[in-house]
């Protein structure tokens, strides 16, 4: 008797793959929202992972018993945190701030910010730190966490403080170092501009580079100049915009503005 040959595999973008496809994208976007109170109602009733969900209890003990800390049992495990989300949320600060690892901290390079008030050619000076900080930032594992949860603290409103908060108290010194750099130079920001609203504005920047170079390096690589890398050049740009350079004190959009207008014949 002739086999029966093998019944081919579903085909994953028929009809009935797009229902279920259609479902999956449903709950990604329910995950994402601001407020579980957002879900549609057929959504209501499910309960999302915490976040780090993958993060279980055993794998923390066991990894701290193979370090050779004293006591690391269950029991004092369970007497410090009632529930795994308490813990969750220590270990994201923890983490975050490189308390485990202080010299490993990026944010140190801050110090570098003295070395720009000297340079000869300020421009180069501020790639080189730029390009620096970048390529700490990229060679940590851990600098792409808040992107990770990021989008999801809403739903974790006591996780996002304390974050904020933490977040609130690293920018400070570095708010500091900018104002001494402007001020080594003696140059004022254009209207409209502070130096923490130049400080929250080089962060996105950071941050948004830092995630387009691990998700499209090369064509981040691609995109740089001879000497330097495409973010360090886009702050380079940044700051010349938002910098009264010729002490007009016209705000950055009309400084443009004007540069651009047709000239009169």
């Known amino acids: 008797m002739d086999q029966m040959a093998p019944r081919p595999p579903a085909a994953a973008d028929d009809a009935s793959a797009k229902h279920f496809l259609d479902a999956a994208a449903q709950l990604i976007d329910a995950m994402f929202t601001t407020s579980p109170t957002d879900r549609p109602r ?27 800390y004293p006591g690391a049992s269950r029991k004092a495990f369970d007497n410090r945190w009632a529930t795994k989300e308490d813990f969750v949320n220590d270990a994201i600060i923890h983490t975050m701030l490189y308390r485990d690892a202080p010299n490993a901290d990026p944010a140190l390079q801050r110090a ?9 050619n300020v421009g180069e000076a501020i790639s080189l730190f730029c390009d620096a900080m ?49 001020a080594a130079f003696k140059v004022e920001l254009r209207p ?8 929250l504005t080089l ?9 387009r170079s691990r998700v499209q390096g090369q064509q981040m690589d691609e995109c740089r100049s001879e000497d330097a890398s495409l973010f360090a050049d886009a ?4 700051t010349l915009g938002v910098i009264d350079v ?17 000239t009169q014949n």
């Open 134 to 182: 970048l390529e700490s930032l990229m060679s940590y594992p851990r600098s792409f966490l808040l992107l990770h949860i990021g989008p999801l603290l809403e739903q974790h409103p006591k996780l996002k403080v304390a974050i904020v908060q933490d977040m609130n108290r690293s920018f400070a010194p570095w708010h500091e170092g900018y104002a001494r750099l402007f």
């Open 112 to 120: 570098q910010l003295a070395g720009v008030e000297t340079a000869e």
């Open 42 to 68: 057929r959504l209501s009733a499910i309960d999302f992972p915490a976040t780090l969900e993958w993060l279980r209890k055993e794998d923390i003990i066991k990894l701290a018993q193979d370090g050779g």
């Open 246 to 262: 010729d002490q007009g004190g016209q705000s950055s959009r009309d400084a443009l503005s004007f540069r651009l207008a047709p």
């Open 235 to 238: 702050v380079v740009a940044f």
């Open 192 to 199: 409209g501009w502070s130096i923490e609203r130049y400080g």
């Open 203 to 211: 962060q996105s920047m950071l941050d948004g580079f830092l995630l």
